[in-house]
């Protein structure tokens, strides 16, 4: 009697030049395999019984009992008696790309540069010899007039009209006027956004500020740039007054500090459940980035199953996410102020899917390097980056299989 192995509906297996990698896209955990398990798999997901799966995998029937043996106690998959019809997980099913009518460009998230006032004096603002990964988190202004009130007002009613259900405000020090703040955050949660972001550079010393984020129920991004030990403390004691907020804690330092960083970190997911981002300024040419940092960040994290669904076709930066300058100028993301969509004045030809595809649709895929590779669904990757080091989108610095 025939015998069926299958994989479980949340488990992907995805093909690379000569191995093959399982995504699980519940656990989040991968798994890399030999081509002749991988190969054994990819026949068995269409219904291959499993003796004809080794015949033409060259899986020899021992080595493929026992393999089974493993997924099955890993929960990777079961055998059974008959072929067995299942749909995968997924958010985006493949169909959605093969649609001639086109769903319209809806907006998941925005950010707007608000460009405000600001007395802190980071060592890198304003400079172009430095850089950082996470731009899309940070506040990397320069300039120092804020964006006029009229204009936030527009780019608001042009994000909630595309369902925009998350807006981040940053650049600068958003305390520093709070009055025009609120008037932005009220004006875009009347629209409809139901998340509002705001990253604030300092610690938030009136507490009618704070009570004025519990009410609206406001994210904090707080970011900190840690240049000395003694920071720690001051950061451990600000911490406990935004309890019961959804706070982000994105810390900036350089690699020297590393160790410091770290302390904090620790610190404070010991004390608090806030989420927290370390990002390191770096040099802005590749050959200049020590391998010190690219040990640090040159991971693969866990892949969930809108982070896979989302990267089989597109970018997950930049798919229906975009960054707005105070001027109303659009962009991909606050890391790439040098690649313009179009402008608040031009919303048509600007979602134009012809202008918004080449970013939106640049995943590792496309690469020439990743285009083989199977871990191309799981590898962290930042243009932004690429782009500053390297010059080109060509290749992703962040490449695990790197060596250098
Ligand atoms: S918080 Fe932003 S605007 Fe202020 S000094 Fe730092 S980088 Fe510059
Ligand atoms: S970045 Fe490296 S590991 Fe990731 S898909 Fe590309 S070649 Fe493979
Ligand atoms: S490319 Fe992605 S990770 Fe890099 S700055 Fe832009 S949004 Fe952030």
Redesign the pocket.
């Not at 991909?332 to 790439?336: D, M, Q, R, T, V």
């Given at each position: 009697m025939k015998k069926y192995f299958k994989l479980f509906e949340e488990c992907y297996i995805v093909s690379g030049k000569d191995k093959y990698t399982l995504y699980n896209v519940l656990t989040g955990n991968i798994y890399e395999i030999d081509e002749k398990r991988g190969k054994f798999c990819l026949l068995s997901e269409n219904n291959m019984d499993i003796e004809n799966a080794c015949n033409n995998s060259g899986l020899l029937l021992s080595e493929a009992k026992i393999f089974i043996k493993e997924m099955e106690s890993a929960t990777l998959g079961m055998m059974s008696d008959f072929p067995i019809a299942m749909d995968k997980l997924n958010i985006l099913p493949k169909w959605t790309e093969k649609m001639f009518f086109k769903q319209s460009h809806g907006i998941n998230k925005a950010t707007i540069g608000m460009d405000y006032d600001c007395s802190n004096s980071c060592n890198f603002c304003g400079n172009d010899a430095v850089t950082n990964?996470?731009?899309?988190?940070s506040c990397n202004s320069t300039s120092r007039s804020p964006i006029a009130d009229d204009v936030a007002f527009r780019i608001i009613d042009i994000i909630s009209e595309r369902d925009c259900k998350e807006l981040y405000l940053k650049e600068g020090d958003l305390l520093s006027d709070w009055g025009k703040t609120l008037r932005i955050v009220d004006y875009a949660l009347n629209r409809g956004i139901e998340k509002v972001l705001l990253n604030i550079i300092h610690p938030i010393d009136d507490m009618t500020i704070i009570n004025d984020m519990r009410v609206r129920n406001i994210s904090l991004v707080l970011q900190r740039y840690i240049e000395k030990k003694k920071q720690i403390e001051l950061i451990m004691s600000e911490s406990r007054k935004y309890e019961g907020l959804d706070v982000t804690y994105i810390l900036l330092t350089e690699l020297d500090n590393k160790e410091t960083i770290m302390q904090v970190a620790q610190n404070i997911s010991q004390m608090y459940s806030y989420k927290l981002l370390i990002d390191f300024m770096i040099p802005n040419k590749l050959e200049n980035v020590s391998k010190e940092y690219f040990d640090i960040e040159r991971t693969i994290g866990k892949i969930d199953l809108v982070s896979y669904s989302i990267r089989q076709f597109h970018n997950e930066?930049?798919y229906k996410?975009c960054y707005f300058d105070k001027e109303g100028n659009v962009y991909?993301?606050?890391?790439?102020k040098n690649r313009k969509y179009g402008d608040i004045d031009s919303m048509p030809e600007t979602f134009r899917s012809e202008n918004l595809g080449n970013y939106w649709n640049m995943s590792l895929s496309k690469k020439q390097e990743c285009k083989e590779c199977s871990m191309r669904f799981a590898c962290n990757?930042?243009?932004?980056?690429n782009y500053t080091l390297t010059g080109s989108h060509d290749r992703n610095v962040l490449c695990v299989k790197t060596i250098i």
């Open positions: 990964r996470y731009k899309c988190w930066c930049f996410n991909p993301c606050a890391g790439l990757n930042c243009e932004s980056l």
